[in-house]
């Protein structure tokens, strides 16, 4: 008895019965279900794998031509034999036409099993037909040895890659990879060990791909990968740094154990090169580059890009470390009073102290803080070191002096902001009113709405905010209103040309207008001169922060000039 899995379509278990027993007697032993609308016929297509469908010509919620619609539909080639007790002709045809393989009347089921067989033979031949047609066309666009992509599939994908990345304005990578000395391999051991090498080397290599990347085989022992949507070049490096290392542990083939090593040369779209055939002529040319440095390396196109991702990179390494060693410090500038000249506060700036490249200044580290994520541990350090060292002087006798702590964006965006700042109060008991938080314009523009409710629950909490280098963003002014903001700060770059440049003496003057008619008070950093200091005084602005009173101090600066006299700002020889 041959199994036969049959999905029949009829009114009655009766009709059924009568087709099961002609199939038993036929030889077969069929696993069956009834279904009579199409819903059922759906289910039923979706739980099993069917040999063959007979179906009534009609039922009074379904009918054949439905049938084979919905097995069209679903995509389903499972042969359908229709019954019926008064098939016309013409409709018989019309059924064929419809996808039906044949059709029997209800009297004369004793045609059913040779109609299955010759259906179910059709149905496998088919079926075989599509295997083959599916495995030439894997064939053409894979590598017989690895299965990777061959060249012609990598080169449709870097085409399209690109494409992506041209319309999304992303990077993307193409890394040549060639194996060390793979020729003295298969003349000292054969082509039998060089072929079971390349697999392995394919193996692994696929172990260092995310999800979207392309791995192929050229030819040979050239291998290449892409990477497409780049959001940065030193992930083509660290890419590379993984090829490397994955390929050092021995291979081992019986008796032979190999150890091999590769090099590898990197192109980058845009940088070099737009489309794929140049983007793959400079990968290989950055992998010659590479064997010449005596191999087992990489090499970016661009010569200053190597020296860029590898700063980079160590830079980033250094800095992930840099907080659990306690290499990051913060000098408080003093902000002093207008018109009395007395320190009132102060900002917290960070400083890295960097065991090899000595006192390290923001500019150098915070963007790749924000980039790496690091800004956030970092910002709740800063926040936290400064509150704790706003008390220590409050409880010293200052305890007017007010703290500012700069935040960037991606802490800002931190859903646990407000949380941290909540407990960083309560465990220093700081007097929240003396701490103001300076943001930026661009970081209150991302999000408007975001940032309102942030901003709310700050205000909430007692805390003061500041907006830090104003009128070098979008300075809009209905923000100004909509934000619960207390103080600006006007940018350097105003304060610097006060003197000489009517145009910022105008917007300046503006700006210290602008802010004392929505009730915010004003700070200028930045000064330098006792000319700008005068101006500022002249036009009112509340607090000044620069080179001429003092650079950022350490703790041990700063306690020197509180306590020496009267809180009245004294340079100090630094
Ligand atoms: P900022 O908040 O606008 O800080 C003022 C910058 O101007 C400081 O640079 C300060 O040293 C410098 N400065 C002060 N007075 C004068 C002056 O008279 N002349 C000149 N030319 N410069 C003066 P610094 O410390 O290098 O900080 C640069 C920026 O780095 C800061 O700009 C701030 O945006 C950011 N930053 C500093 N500390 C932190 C921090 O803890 N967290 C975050 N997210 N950013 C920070
Ligand atoms: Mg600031
Ligand atoms: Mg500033």
């Keep these: 008895m041959k199994p036969l899995r049959v999905l029949i379509v009829s009114p009655t278990e009766e009709d059924a019965a009568g087709l099961l027993l002609e199939l038993r007697r036929g030889g077969y032993e069929p696993a069956y279900e009834r279904v009579e609308t199409r819903s059922e016929m759906a289910a039923a297509l979706a739980r099993q794998a069917w040999e063959l469908v007979i179906s009534d010509y009609s039922l009074p919620r379904f009918n054949a031509t439905m049938v084979l619609t919905l097995l069209k539909k679903t995509g389903h080639d499972i042969p359908c034999i229709i019954v019926s007790s008064t098939l016309g002709e013409e409709l018989?045809?019309?059924?064929?036409?419809?996808?039906?393989?044949?059709?029997?009347?209800?009297?004369?089921?004793?045609?059913?099993?040779?109609?299955?067989?010759?259906?179910?033979?059709?149905?496998?031949?088919?079926?075989?037909?599509?295997?083959?047609?599916?495995?030439?066309?894997?064939?053409?666009?894979?590598?017989?040895?690895?299965?990777?992509?061959?060249?012609?599939?990598?080169?449709?994908?870097?085409?399209?890659?690109?494409?992506?990345?041209?319309?999304?304005?992303?990077?993307?990578?193409?890394?040549?990879?060639?194996?060390?000395?793979?020729?003295?391999?298969?003349?000292?051991?054969?082509?039998?060990?060089?072929d079971r090498l390349l697999q392995g080397v394919a193996e692994r290599l696929a172990s260092c791909l995310d999800e979207g990347d392309t791995l192929a085989r050229l030819g040979g022992d050239e291998f290449v990968i892409l990477l497409p949507r780049l959001q940065r070049a030193d992930k083509a490096v660290k890419v590379a740094q993984r090829v490397l290392e994955v390929l050092k542990p021995v291979f081992?083939?019986?008796?032979?154990?190999?150890?091999?090593?590769?090099?590898?040369?990197?192109?980058?779209?845009?940088?070099?090169?737009?489309?794929?055939?140049?983007?793959?002529?400079?990968?290989?040319?950055?992998?010659?580059?590479?064997?010449?440095?005596?191999?087992?390396?990489?090499?970016?196109?661009?010569?200053?890009?190597?020296?860029?991702?590898?700063?980079?990179?160590?830079?980033?390494n250094s800095l992930r470390k840099a907080l659990e060693r306690q290499q990051f410090m913060l000098h408080y500038q003093p902000q002093v009073d207008m018109p009395g000249g007395k320190i009132s506060g102060m900002e917290a700036l960070v400083r890295w102290r960097h065991p090899d490249l000595g006192l390290v200044y923001p500019a150098e580290f915070i963007t790749l803080a924000e980039e790496t994520g690091l800004i956030v541990p970092l910002g709740d350090w800063v926040l936290r070191t400064a509150c704790t060292q706003a008390r220590i002087w409050h409880k010293a006798g200052y305890p007017q002096l007010t703290v500012a702590v700069n935040l960037s964006a991606r802490q800002f965006q931190h859903q646990g902001l407000t949380d941290t700042l909540a407990r960083v109060l309560k465990e220093t008991e700081l007097d929240p009113r003396t701490l103001e938080l300076e943001i930026t314009?661009?970081?209150?523009?991302?999000?408007?709405?975001?940032?309102?409710?942030?901003?709310?629950?700050?205000?909430?909490?007692?805390?003061?905010?500041?907006?830090?280098?104003?009128?070098?963003?979008?300075?809009?002014?209905?923000?100004?209103?909509k934000f619960p903001i207390d103080t600006l700060k006007i940018d350097q770059s105003f304060v610097r040309d006060l003197t000489s440049d009517p145009n910022d003496a105008a917007i300046a003057n503006a700006i210290i207008v602008l802010a004392h008619s929505l009730k915010l008070k004003v700070v200028a950093e930045g000064v330098e001169t006792a000319e700008q200091e005068a101006f500022l005084k002249a036009h009112h602005c509340d607090k000044l922060q620069g080179y001429l009173y003092n650079r950022p101090l350490t703790v041990e600066q700063f306690e020197q000039l509180l306590f020496q006299g009267d809180g009245t700002s004294i340079p100090l020889a630094i």
């Design 92 to 194: 018989a045809v019309a059924a064929l036409k419809m996808g039906a393989h044949d059709y029997l009347l209800k009297g004369n089921v004793a045609r059913l099993v040779s109609a299955v067989e010759r259906e179910l033979q059709e149905a496998e031949l088919r079926r075989e037909r599509r295997r083959a047609e599916a495995s030439v066309k894997h064939q053409a666009s894979h590598d017989v040895l690895t299965d990777l992509p061959n060249r012609t599939l990598f080169k449709d994908r870097l085409t399209l890659a690109l494409a992506h990345a041209n319309r999304y304005r992303n990077m993307l990578a193409v890394l040549f990879v060639d194996l060390d000395r793979f020729k003295n391999i298969i003349d000292t051991l054969g082509p039998a060990v060089g």
């Design 441 to 481: 314009e661009s970081i209150a523009m991302q999000n408007a709405d975001f940032t309102h409710v942030v901003l709310n629950h700050v205000k909430e909490m007692g805390v003061r905010i500041a907006m830090d280098d104003f009128g070098t963003g979008y300075s809009s002014l209905s923000y100004l209103r």
């Design 252 to 316: 081992l083939f019986n008796e032979h154990e190999l150890h091999i090593t590769t090099s590898i040369g990197i192109s980058l779209y845009p940088y070099d090169g737009a489309d794929v055939d140049t983007l793959l002529k400079n990968a290989d040319t950055a992998l010659y580059r590479a064997k010449e440095q005596g191999r087992n390396n990489y090499q970016l196109y661009t010569p200053a890009m190597n020296a860029r991702a590898f700063e980079r990179l160590a830079m980033e």
